[in-house]
Nanobody, 119 residues
Framework: VQLQASGGGVVQAGGSLRLSCAASGSIESISVMAWYRRESGKQREWVSSIHPDGVADYAESVKGRFTISRDLAKNAAFLEMTNLKPADTAVYFC??????????????WGQGTLVTVSS
């Protein structure tokens, strides 16, 4: 299973960005899809998750500003980020827990996409 994340960039505070994550490979089933981020010099932190039934969870720091969604048919996840703040500056990683033709459920990570919010 491979994950391709995209959509990062530079935006001014108050602006918006939409991140995309596409999963490919011999995927048989995907359970949770999520986004994490890592600020420079800090540990990676969880941002948001979406479950197969569509239930979404958010970190307190992004609740009300970020919206996660998924396209089951395309094995894709999205993160709509609005009212961005400089504190949101980080590398954002896509995460998927999936079952493939070669292995039972396992964890997969994308390569990361950089989001920079200027003040």
């Amino acid at each position: 299973v491979q994950l391709q994340a995209s959509g990062g960039g530079v935006v001014q505070a108050g602006g918006s960005l939409r991140l995309s994550c596409a999963a490919s490979g011999s995927i048989e089933s995907i359970s949770v899809m999520a986004w994490y981020r890592r600020e420079s010099g800090k540990q990676r932190e969880w941002v948001s998750s979406i479950h197969p039934d569509g239930v979404a969870d958010y970190a307190e720091s992004v609740k009300g500003r970020f919206t996660i969604s998924r396209d089951l048919a395309k094995n894709a996840a999205f993160l709509e980020m609005t009212n961005l703040k400089p504190a949101d500056t980080a590398v954002y990683f896509c995460y998927v827990r999936a079952r493939s033709a070669r292995s039972p459920f396992d964890d997969y990570w994308g390569q990361g996409t950089l989001v920079t919010v200027s003040s």
